[in-house]
């Protein structure tokens, strides 16, 4: 006697349907306690509606044979997920910086996307601010105007670090500044080994910036310095993503490498499978359990929360200087390419296209503030732009 266990088949109080598939005339007779129900197997099957939760025993005679009981338990209730793909479009939102830029840095901290520094002929130090229905304000100035610096989200504050400028002659690379919940900027202590582009990530309750092996700086959420174990290869433009209890730093330049390093939780360092190829620029997302890697190819690496490497999906077209952001349900990596191009992947790693960024650019800045991608900035044949492109997912 085969069974198919009872499925729910519609509303208002318990209705399961058991389905039996024996002989045909047999009587299947199903037990609950005092409650008997019976049917007759026709077309090899019969079907009974259970009528109460509870182990029910089903039995099968035919003729002088009877099969073997079996139990059948119903559950109070049948708990149903219903999983409804979220829905990515480019709404017709105009919103600029307060300054045209590029090489400028961007993080989220609370309810606010922060887009802060860059380049436009002089070092900028404007911050814009967009909260979460996408009101943008000017806030507190970082304390010095710089270029190629990089950002990172932690639980209480959004950090901009490293960079580019110069005082009383002398470049400069090793500033940090703090912003939190409230927007109030404060500086802690500055990075040991200073540098443009420094690898910006977080996990657990640290910020971490990288970019040399002698060590690298980490900030908690008191902005408490200390520092952690070096990467395997100095450089700068790495592709940083948190992925689980993981925070990866993948590739980068100057020496362009395909090294993958990781810190954990405890800020202990590892090393993971390299990327396929070495790229001058990586920039990294995450999405669901998987951390995405895009750089100067249309192939992508991908991570799973074990470390697992594949590169089992592409990008639509080759990418230089991508920009990625993620947002409910969707990674973004949008091409630095001056093609306009945005890629989008769900959590099963489905590509879809959406539509294009307004100006073809490279070097903006990307984060995400509620249901909002937002990329800002960016230059093109010298020319500098606060365009800033928004992308919704509900």
Same mark, same amino acid.
């Given at each position: 006697?085969?069974?198919?266990?009872?499925?729910?088949?519609?509303?208002?109080?318990?209705?399961?349907?058991?389905?039996?598939?024996?002989?045909?005339?047999?009587?299947?007779?199903?037990?609950?306690?005092?409650?008997?129900?019976?049917?007759?197997?026709?077309?090899?099957?019969?079907?009974?509606?259970?009528?109460?939760?509870?182990?029910?025993?089903?039995?099968?005679?035919?003729?002088?044979?009877?099969?073997?009981?079996?139990?059948?338990?119903? +559950?109070?209730?049948?708990?149903?997920?219903?999983?409804?793909?979220?829905?990515?479009?480019?709404?017709?939102?105009?919103?600029?910086?307060?300054?045209?830029?590029?090489?400028?840095?961007?993080?989220?901290?609370?309810?606010?996307?922060?887009?802060?520094?860059?380049?436009?002929?002089?070092?900028?130090?404007?911050?814009?601010?967009?909260?979460?229905?996408?009101?943008?304000?000017?806030?507190?100035?970082?304390?010095?105007?710089? #270029?190629?610096?990089?950002?990172?989200?932690?639980?209480?504050?959004?950090?901009?670090?490293?960079?580019?400028?110069?005082?009383?002659? #002398?470049?400069?690379?090793?500033?940090?500044?703090?912003?939190?919940?409230?927007?109030?900027?404060?500086?802690?202590?500055?990075?040991?080994?200073?540098?443009?582009?420094?690898?910006?990530?977080?996990?657990?309750?640290?910020?971490?910036?990288?970019?040399?092996?002698?060590?690298?700086?980490?900030?908690?959420?008191?902005?408490?310095?200390?520092?952690?174990?070096?990467?395997?290869?100095?450089?700068?433009?790495?592709?940083?993503?948190?992925?689980?209890?993981?925070?990866?730093?993948?590739?980068?330049?100057?020496?362009?490498?395909?090294?993958?390093?990781?810190?954990?939780?405890?800020?202990?360092?590892?090393?993971?499978?390299?990327?396929?190829?070495?790229?001058?620029?990586?920039?990294?997302?995450?999405?669901?359990?998987?951390?995405?890697?895009?750089?100067?190819?249309?192939?992508?690496?991908?991570?799973?929360?074990?470390?697992?490497?594949?590169?089992?999906?592409?990008?639509?077209?080759?990418?230089?200087?991508?920009? #990625?952001?993620?947002?409910?349900?969707?990674?973004?990596?949008?091409?630095?390419?001056?093609?306009?191009?945005?890629?989008?992947?769900?959590?099963?790693?489905?590509?879809?296209? +959406?539509?294009?960024?307004?100006?073809?650019?490279?070097?903006?800045?990307?984060?995400?503030?509620?249901?909002?991608?937002?990329?800002?900035?960016?230059?093109?044949?010298?020319?500098?732009?606060?365009?800033?492109?928004?992308?919704?997912?509900?």
């Amino acid at each position: 006697m085969a069974i198919i266990n009872p499925v729910v088949y519609g509303a208002g109080g318990l209705k399961a349907e058991l389905v039996i598939s024996f002989e045909n005339g047999a009587v299947v007779t199903a037990t609950n306690g005092d409650t008997v129900l019976r049917a007759t197997v026709n077309n090899k099957t019969a079907k009974i509606k259970l009528t109460k939760p509870g182990d029910w025993t089903i039995t099968a005679v035919y003729g002088d044979r009877v099969s073997i009981p079996q139990t059948v338990t119903v +559950p109070e209730e049948y708990p149903i997920t219903l999983h409804i793909q979220p829905i990515l479009t480019k709404p017709n939102i105009n919103r600029t910086l307060s300054k045209a830029r590029a090489y400028l840095a961007a993080a989220t901290v609370g309810n606010r996307a922060l887009f802060g520094g860059g380049y436009n002929g002089s070092y900028v130090s404007t911050v814009d601010s967009f909260d979460q229905v996408l009101t943008s304000t000017v806030i507190a100035e970082l304390s010095h105007g710089r #270029t190629n610096l990089s950002a990172v989200t932690m639980q209480t504050h959004a950090l901009f670090g490293g960079g580019d400028y110069v005082d009383n002659s #002398t470049r400069i690379r090793t500033v940090v500044d703090a912003y939190n919940q409230a927007l109030t900027r404060t500086m802690p202590v500055q990075l040991t080994v200073g540098s443009g582009n420094p690898g910006a990530a977080a996990v657990g309750m640290y910020g971490l910036f990288a970019c040399d092996v002698s060590g690298i700086d980490v900030y908690n959420e008191s902005l408490t310095h200390t520092i952690a174990a070096g990467l395997s290869v100095s450089r700068s433009n790495i592709g940083t993503a948190t992925l689980g209890r993981f925070a990866i730093l993948a590739g980068g330049s100057t020496p362009t490498t395909c090294n993958v390093d990781v810190y954990d939780e405890s800020l202990i360092h590892t090393t993971a499978i390299g990327l396929n190829r070495e790229s001058v620029s990586v920039a990294g997302v995450t999405i669901g359990h998987t951390a995405l890697f895009a750089g100067w190819n249309k192939v992508i690496d991908v991570y799973d929360e074990e470390l697992v490497h594949t590169t089992p999906i592409e990008l639509s077209n080759g990418v230089m200087y991508p920009r #990625t952001v993620s947002v409910n349900g969707y990674a973004l990596i949008a091409s630095g390419s001056f093609d306009k191009l945005v890629n989008a992947f769900d959590e099963t790693l489905t590509r879809t296209i +959406p539509e294009p960024l307004k100006q073809e650019r490279t070097f903006f800045a990307a984060a995400n503030v509620d249901k909002y991608a937002l990329f800002g900035g960016g230059s093109s044949n010298s020319n500098y732009y606060s365009t800033v492109d928004i992308y919704m997912v509900e």
